[in-house]
T-cell receptor
């Protein structure tokens, strides 16, 4: 089973920040949190990952709580092209299991 | 450019036939993975391999088989024992094998299998 819990769907207005939450309350000390997104009928695309500290790259920011039990992916200025399913995953041993993800719909 | 190539992109099969989906990577990655995705659903892990000549079952391995004879190749065979094989199949690879470090996956474009 996936070790993460995400809301099944979210909406966001174009140009606004999209904040996607993820709960991973059973995460171990050396497990990373990863975020991917999947646009319809394509392979998932890596977005960002983190261990303890907040991370930022050209696509998004990742905020991890101090107790590491939850995190938030932030798309600072969402566009229509950001409409996709977003997956938050935590590495389980040597494999990578995906949950159902959050379907983000960016609306004009 | 480095990446993962899956073929064929679309495949049709008659019931009772085995089919093999190809996955090749030129990223020099140690680990490779196969996932299945049904319409509107998330990804489910079929098999994964951390090193050549070794692989492990994922959550839904029944009716599938794999081989890892070369580092760059990880073909998936959908056998006639798989009762409902129509799905979107995704192959992925990552640079970290048994390491506890970060393990970013790179995905292929997928193969869509339809059983007629």
């Amino acid at each position: 089973d996936a070790k993460t819990t995400q809301p099944p769907s979210m909406d966001c207005a174009e140009g606004r920040a999209a904040n996607l939450p993820c709960n991973h309350s059973t995460i171990s000390g050396n497990e990373y949190v990863y975020w991917y997104r999947q646009i319809h009928s394509q392979g998932p695309q890596y977005i960002i990952h983190g261990l303890k500290n907040n991370e930022t790259n050209e696509m998004a920011s990742l905020i991890i709580t101090e107790d590491r039990k939850s995190s938030t992916l932030i798309l600072p200025h969402a566009t229509l092209r950001d409409t996709a399913v977003y997956y938050c995953i935590v590495r389980v041993a040597d494999d990578m299991r995906f949950g159902a993800g959050t379907r983000l719909t960016v609306k004009p | 450019d480095g990446g993962i190539t899956q073929s064929p992109k679309y495949l049709f099969r008659k019931e009772g036939q085995n089919v093999t989906l190809s996955c090749e990577q030129n990223l020099n990655h140690d680990a490779m993975y196969w996932y299945r995705q049904d319409p509107g659903q998330g990804l489910r892990l079929i098999y994964y391999s951390q090193i050549v000549n070794d692989f492990q079952k994922g959550d839904i391995a029944e009716g599938y088989s794999v081989s890892r004879e070369k580092k760059e190749s990880f073909p998936l065979t959908v056998t006639s024992a798989q009762k409902n094989p129509t799905a979107f199949y995704l192959c992925a690879s990552s640079g970290q094998g048994f390491s506890s470090g970060a393990n970013v996956l790179t995905f292929g474009a997928g193969s869509r299998l339809t059983v007629l």
